[in-house]
């Protein structure tokens, strides 16, 4: 299965976080994922002022594991392994602290801390959008104390690594773990009780003290740690705590990140398929000189001539065939291929092209999709829209995702961001004037916007599902204003 969630992640860049599942039953899973982005005229981007590299450049991909799923009650109750995979190996240190043991003491944090952040997510997710018949209210009350719990729990384990036998950097290990949590708490806290302020004032009036008490629990207990905390008046915006904020979360989240190692697909067919070029230009070349040199004999002017217009024929030959033959390369292998790894073991692999096509080569049901307005169907027999292709397929090995961790890892998450300064550049100005009747003046200027869609049609393959999804990136020349799903 796959599924895809969009956003904005900042003013010029939008982030697709593309989740590909392996299924249990099968050994090895296959996916593919083909992109056709829709590039208006205007903009000038094109074959020759946007190339291959230029385009890499501007993607960015991170390959990391699913965290595995749990509910944040399970977690809280004691029913979920995780607590106590993380008290197992501090046993297992504290008998023993080898290097072994102390890099399972490491992991098993932040993975519980991973996972403790997207339990909390998905709960507050589940509130801000439940079903019709569960009580909000005792969602927020159910979390509130869950997280407490959880947070209890965790601290609760400090007497078991304040041992002498344990080294300083065991210890920090735990307090980045809870530090980074006591982070989540906060803001995905504040993102609750934002919308329920916003959307939903009866539940915000009776659910708010709670969850303000345990914020203001928290920020307590940060400062009692030596934790940093939000500072009104910092006078450089609490730019430490931010920096320390995102360190902690690379930390954290490095267990889930892949190993991965990028390389150019299908060189060694590319230099036969290179070196058959040149074989059928020489062919030419040389019977060219053969011919004239049968009719006009040696050191004779004609073949004097046939051997300078043979050699400027080869070199035209080799050339198209090269074309030729890349433009067929590229319908069977891709631009590069990367080797997925948790810890240097494989566990699959993955490969792209990119490629910019015509509009008759783009399937029919896509088309239907992108649903070009009459004005711009008309629009497009003179500018027609420039069309960028973006495959990618990857092949996952269910048994080596289960041989190469402790918990049960549902698949691979492809973290896509696409940065689209490149797109910027040949836009007018963001605002235009525009001119309306006034009684008063006669007329009144006022400021339009002017603004861009690039439409985004992505088709999915698994197996024999196939579903489609289609995104509209509306932008100007400050940067991204929204993203709109149409399908």
């Known amino acids: 299965m796959i599924n895809i969630q969009a956003k904005i992640h900042d003013r010029f860049t939008i982030e697709f976080k593309v989740g590909f599942n392996a299924d249990r039953e099968q050994t090895v899973n296959k996916f ?12 000038d981007i094109n074959a020759s002022t946007y190339t291959k590299d230029r385009f890499y450049r501007d993607l960015r991909t991170n390959t990391r594991l699913i965290t595995p799923v749990y509910l944040l009650g399970e977690i809280a109750k004691g029913r979920a392994e995780p607590l106590e995979l993380l008290k197992s190996s501090i046993r297992r240190l504290a008998d023993n602290p080898d290097k072994r043991n102390t890099g399972d003491y490491e992991y098993n944090i932040k993975m519980f801390a991973a996972i403790f952040k997207s339990s909390v997510r998905n709960q507050i997710f589940y509130i801000l959008k439940p079903p019709a018949e569960v009580d909000r209210l ?12 959880i947070l209890t729990s965790y601290r609760s384990l400090y007497r078991m690594i304040s041992i002498p036998t344990l080294s300083r950097e065991c210890f920090d290990y735990f307090l980045f773990g809870d530090e980074f949590m006591s982070n989540i708490v906060h803001k995905q806290l504040f993102r609750l009780v934002n919308h329920l302020k916003e959307e939903h004032n009866s ?31 910092s006078p450089d915006g609490n730019r430490d705590l931010v920096y320390r ?17 990028k390389k150019k697909d299908g060189v060694f067919v590319e230099q036969i398929y290179y070196s058959v070029a040149a074989g059928i230009s020489m062919i030419f070349a040389t019977a060219i000189a053969f011919s004239f040199q049968q009719k006009y004999g040696n050191f004779t002017m004609p073949l004097f001539v046939a051997l300078v217009v043979g050699y400027m024929l080869k070199d ?30 494989p566990v699959g692999w993955s490969k792209e092209g990119v490629d910019f096509i015509n509009d008759h080569m783009v399937p029919g049901e896509v088309l239907r999709i992108r649903s070009r307005t009459p004005l711009l169907e008309a629009d497009n027999r ?9 495959r990618k397929i990857l092949e996952l ?30 836009m007018d100005d963001p605002e235009v004037p525009l001119y309306i009747l006034s009684k008063e003046n006669g007329y009144q200027q006022i400021t339009g916007s002017k603004v861009y869609y690039l439409n985004f049609v992505m088709q999915f393959r698994y197996n024999q599902y196939e579903s489609f999804k289609r995104y509209r990136i509306v932008f100007n020349r400050n940067g991204i204003i929204e993203i709109e799903e149409l399908l």
């Open 32 to 43: 593919s994922m083909s992109t056709w982005l829709f590039i208006p005229y205007s903009l």
């Open 138 to 149: 005792d969602l927020c009350r159910e979390l509130v104390t869950d997280i407490s719990d």
């Open 203 to 233: 539940i915000y009036a009776e659910a708010h003290e709670g969850i303000l008490d345990l914020l203001e629990q928290e920020i307590s207990y940060r400062k009692s740690r030596g934790y940093p905390v939000i500072d009104k008046k």
């Open 245 to 261: 904020s995102g360190a902690l979360k690379k930390y954290i989240e490095s267990e889930l990140f892949l190993n991965t190692a």
């Open 316 to 345: 035209r030959i080799k050339e198209l065939s090269r074309y030729y033959f890349a433009h067929k390369l590229k319908e069977k292998y891709f631009d590069n291929k990367t080797t997925i790894s948790i810890n240097e073991h």
């Open 382 to 390: 003179y500018t027609e829209e420039k069309i960028i292709l973006f």
């Open 397 to 426: 090995d269910r048994e080596q995702l289960d041989l190469n961790s402790e918990y049960y890892i549902s698949g691979i998450n492809d973290i896509l961001r696409f940065n689209l300064s490149s797109y910027l550049q040949k």
